[in-house]
């Protein structure tokens, strides 16, 4: 076992590596010093220059550490840091963004599972309610992938659950997202291919049409040329995608699991970072969830990542703040 318990760590907290984690990568032994933060978190803690190995920053999450290694935390260099602060868990925790009994809608950070995983001890929304809301049983009604952000719904009616599942089936839900795509997209486009979800971890998109709850529409906000993306890249803490990006609106209804990836990859316009999906190498991508709408309960929120392009050409948050504020009705989709 380390030296130094993780349940001592901090960030001057230090771990000594012994013969149990010898031969580890680094970001996988630094979770015997930050156990609650995920392993996306840990590798872009260690990009950042937030880790010191022997005395000396790393910044490269899959070095093998070695028996003896001493391995700490401290704060990036001012020159390494994003330009705002993180938008992960845990340095952004889950809330309640809106009570509207007898939904709530909770906001879940990137970088946090939704549902706690079968013999998982990893961080989830699930796992953290009694600390977001103390006292209340509820039973989340959706489920976003660990490296998106947003808001859930949730409720403690079982009636309640019902008549959302109800909508989901009669195609009454709208779900809107806010992503970052690699590429340039031009107008707005209807993704109508069937979602596989029996091919494993990778989402496949077959050739025939899906069923009309699993389309999604993507629109075009802004639109960065190569050059201007470099900006967008230095303001969000990314390598410079040497090419066009374009932040959309996305639009999906019951949704399946990795649809708008998908979907995004299918149209030759990945999310941007998304490696699984052939959207580069970078330390995440960018995809929110900010917009529900059922007959009875709504919500919004916007993306934490937002602000940090406010300094980037085309005034990003200005396009979603617009997008977000307009009703689902009058919406150009």
């Known amino acids: ?3 130094t318990p993780a349940s001592s760590a901090g960030p001057s907290a230090a771990l000594k590596i012994d013969g149990s984690l010898a031969g580890r990568r680094l970001d996988a032994a630094l979770a015997e010093l930050v156990p609650d933060m995920g392993v996306r978190a840990r590798r872009r803690l260690i990009e950042r220059g937030g880790v010191l190995c022997n005395g000396r920053r790393t910044h490269a999450p899959g070095q093998t550490v070695r028996q003896g290694d001493v391995l700490e935390i401290v704060a990036p260099r001012a020159a390494e840091t994003i330009p705002s602060s993180s938008w992960d868990y845990p340095l952004q925790r889950p809330h309640v963004l809106a009570d509207q009994a007898p939904y709530i809608f909770l906001f879940k950070p990137a970088g946090l599972h939704t549902v706690t995983l079968r013999g998982s001890a990893a961080p989830s929304l699930e796992a953290l309610l009694p600390e977001t809301l103390p006292r209340t049983p509820l039973r989340l009604l959706q489920r976003l992938d660990f490296e998106t952000s947003g808001l859930v719904c949730a409720t403690a009616s079982p009636e309640a659950e019902e008549a959302f599942r109800q909508a989901e089936r009669q195609d009454n839900i709208s779900k809107g997202y806010l992503a970052l795509l690699l590429g340039w997209l031009e107008n707005s486009v209807m993704a109508r291919a069937a979602i596989d979800m029996d091919g494993g971890a990778t989402v496949r998109v ?21 050059r201007e993306a470099a900006a967008v890249a230095q303001a969000l803490g990314m390598p410079d995608p040497k090419r066009e990006l374009t932040l959309v609106a996305c639009r999906i209804g019951r949704g399946a699991r990795h649809q708008i990836r998908a979907h995004a990859a299918w149209l030759g316009l990945p999310l941007w970072g998304d490696a699984r999906y052939g959207g580069g190498s970078g330390p995440c ?3 929110h969830h900010g917009k529900f709408h059922m007959a009875a309960a709504a919500c919004r929120c916007l993306p934490p990542w937002l602000s940090a392009l ?3 050409p085309g005034d990003a948050p200005a396009a979603a703040r617009r997008w977000l504020d307009a009703p689902v009705s009058a919406e150009i989709f």
């Open 1 to 3: 076992m380390p030296e």
């Open 206 to 226: 077959r050739d025939a049409e899906g069923e009309a709850g699993r389309h999604t529409r993507f629109v075009p906000l802004v639109r960065w040329q190569a």
């Open 285 to 287: 991508f960018f995809l």
């Open 310 to 312: 406010a300094e980037a």
